[in-house]
């Protein structure tokens, strides 16, 4: 149960580390193609 619950926690740490990663890349190409757009 325990060993579980690790690799689960393990998981998760993984899932969130690559989540904080990629939002800032992905809101930055979203806000630059509003940006973009709101300019032609």
Same mark, same amino acid.
């Given at each position: 149960?325990? %060993? #579980? =619950?690790?690799?689960? #926690?393990? !998981? =998760?740490? %993984?899932?969130?580390?690559? !989540? =904080?990663?990629? #939002?800032?890349?992905?809101?930055? *190409?979203?806000? %630059?193609? =509003?940006?973009?757009?709101?300019? *032609?």
């Amino acid at each position: 149960m325990v %060993d #579980a =619950l690790a690799s689960g #926690a393990s !998981v =998760l740490m %993984d899932v969130e580390v690559q !989540v =904080l990663f990629w #939002a800032p890349k992905i809101f930055s *190409l979203y806000f %630059d193609s =509003l940006y973009f757009y709101g300019n *032609l």
